[in-house]
């Protein structure tokens, strides 16, 4: 039994225990596709291409993989749902890990599990350092930009 979940079955109206139990909070899910798509994102560091994470209500990501993109192949192949934990570490306790932590941009730790052949990316963000407010004094008698 994974740590915090029950290992109980679910009634069909009740949320998934990570999400009920463990306070994850569903992000968005990743499809991965092999054609290029419209207003699709290029980040050249992971070796990706995205499109539609910005504009979904849904939460949708299309994700297309270039060929040196070092992930698994599963994560190539089969949609993963994403959730925002408050702490990545404590969350991949007593899980499979399938992509040790890593911090692919500035305020986000990322990891990837694997539960019962499913892919899971795990996020968790934090707040980098924060801009100081300007003068509202000086803004009163000059241009602030």
């Keep these: 039994?994974?740590?915090g979940v029950n290992s109980g079955k679910r009634l069909n109206?009740?949320?998934?225990?990570?999400?009920?139990?463990?306070?994850?909070?569903?992000?968005?899910?990743?499809i991965p596709h092999t054609q290029?798509?419209?207003?699709?994102?290029?980040?050249?560091?992971l070796g990706v291409h995205v499109a539609g994470?910005?504009?979904?209500p849904?939460?949708?990501?299309?994700?297309?993989?270039?060929?040196?993109?070092?992930?698994p192949e599963i994560v190539r192949i089969v949609p993963h749902i994403a959730f925002a934990v408050d702490d990545l570490d404590e969350a991949l306790k007593g899980r499979e890990i399938l992509i040790a932590p890593t911090e692919p941009s500035v305020g986000v730790r990322v990891a990837f599990i694997l539960d019962d052949g499913a892919?899971?990316?795990?996020?968790?963000?934090y707040r980098?350092?924060?801009?100081?407010?300007?003068?509202?004094?000086?803004?009163?008698?000059a241009r602030c930009t």
């Design 58 to 71: 849904y939460g949708i990501e299309w994700i297309r993989f270039e060929p040196h993109c070092n992930v």
């Design 13 to 30: 109206h009740e949320p998934p225990a990570v999400t009920a139990k463990l306070g994850w909070r569903y992000h968005h899910i990743g």
């Design 119 to 125: 892919p899971i990316e795990l996020l968790q963000f």
């Design 128 to 141: 980098t350092k924060a801009v100081p407010p300007k003068d509202k004094a000086r803004c009163r008698t």
């Design 53 to 56: 994470f910005e504009t979904s």
């Design 36 to 45: 290029p798509r419209a207003q699709e994102h290029h980040v050249a560091h």
């Design 1 to 3: 039994m994974k740590r």
